[in-house]
């Protein structure tokens, strides 16, 4: 399984943003560091809790300073965008980066977004399955192409500079599980993005997204592969669930409060309609959406019943939240890496068979010495 970040980020407005900046691109260099496999980063243009405007521009200062890691964008938001302009700024960037580029594309629903750039929600999908299409016969043709469509028209364009990746860099498209997302992404045959962190999607809906993707694909014989699926959640852990509880408790309810819950989102977590705010607990947050929230032996075991009720998926993407010292969620990764990481991906395996072989041995008094009070070896 690959396993990466998905950083919005989402921090306090009355920050540096300078700072902030540094800050996150320090990060990427740190999970690089601690063996991660990827970092999509998302792009926001209005709300002052998001700043990053052009994830592109990130990336490219991120690939400086790293050498592995793939660097995505989580997302960019095709209807605020001309298509071609957006298809050749990402190829270039995937030259510049030698093939490490990951192509998140969505909508952009951001109610501010929305609001600043004046678009009607009900052209949001139109506009991004036409900007998609164009994108994706750019990279597919062997010369210019012409395009009459609702919302932009072309005549003989082609991207002189062609993706690294061929025919092109991964694509993937975010859902939060509402049928025209994967329907476009079943359509192109395209990796799914699942931002579960935006909804109550449980391991047996996430099975449910995957075979209505599945069946997509199909009407439209296109390939769809369980390997290629994304699952961003969540995810904080700590040496005791307690502790991991106590740490980003009330950083994770002043986000929600005095951010998300402005933006929309506030019904999904409320135990009744209309509950106000200041009731809505960091419990009751977790039991609407499913968070991570506990040690790392909470962590694999969720992860273990996730893959299993799913029917598997390729990547998990933990949110990169603010809700704690750096200090702490540094901690945090780093746990990660040591303890679930090669637990999911079996890499420790061997050590842990020898070691179990050890202890037989000893029990057995089958070592030779000096291990052990077995014959001695030698003189």
């Known amino acids: 399984m690959k396993f990466g970040f998905f950083l919005m980020p989402c921090r306090r407005p009355e920050e540096n943003p300078a700072l902030g900046y540094q800050h996150d691109l320090e990060f990427v260099q740190y999970v690089e560091s601690l063996g991660f496999d990827e970092v999509w980063v998302g792009e926001h243009h209005s709300g002052g809790w998001e700043p990053i405007p052009a994830p592109d521009l990130f990336i490219a200062a991120a690939a400086e300073r790293t050498k592995r890691i793939k660097l995505g964008t989580g997302v960019v938001s095709l ?10 700024r990402m190829a270039f960037l995937d030259q510049l980066t030698m093939g490490r580029i990951l192509f998140g594309v969505g909508p952009g629903v951001q109610p501010t977004d929305v609001k600043m750039f004046d678009i009607p929600y009900e052209k949001l999908r139109p506009r991004m399955d036409e900007a998609l299409d164009i994108i994706l016969k750019l990279y597919h043709a062997d010369g210019p192409i012409s395009y009459e469509g609702q919302f932009w028209s072309y005549k003989d364009r082609e991207i002189q500079v062609k993706p690294f990746q061929r025919p092109h860099m991964p694509i ?21 993005l699942s931002a579960a962190f935006q909804s109550p999607a449980s391991p047996d809906q996430l099975r449910k997204q995957w075979e209505s993707l599945e069946q997509h694909a199909r009407l439209h014989r296109k390939t769809v592969r369980r390997e290629d699926w994304r699952i961003a959640q969540y995810l904080y852990i700590a040496e005791t669930k307690k502790k991991a509880y106590d740490d980003v408790a009330e950083g994770a309810m002043r986000e929600l409060r005095d951010y998300f819950f402005h933006l929309g989102v506030k019904p999904g977590y409320e135990a009744f309609v209309g509950q106000p705010a200041e009731e809505i607990t960091f419990d009751q947050a977790l039991a609407k959406r499913g968070w991570v929230i506990g040690d790392p032996d909470d962590c694999i075991r969720w992860m273990e019943d996730a893959q299993q009720r799913s029917g598997g998926f390729g990547g998990f993407l933990i949110v990169a939240t603010e809700w704690t010292s750096r200090e702490n969620w540094r ?14 991906n079996r890499t420790n395996r061997g050590l842990k068979r020898s070691w179990q072989q050890m202890l037989k041995d000893s029990a057995a008094n089958a070592l030779p010495a000096p291990y052990g009070p077995g014959p001695k070896v030698g003189g």
């Open 79 to 88: 209807a605020f965008h001309d298509p071609f302009e957006v298809a050749e």
């Open 331 to 344: 901690k945090c990764l780093e746990l990660f890496a040591k303890y679930v990481m090669p637990e999911i």
């Open 172 to 192: 993937a498209v975010a859902s939060t599980g509402r049928p025209h997302s994967i329907e476009v992404t079943g359509q192109h045959g395209l990796f799914m």
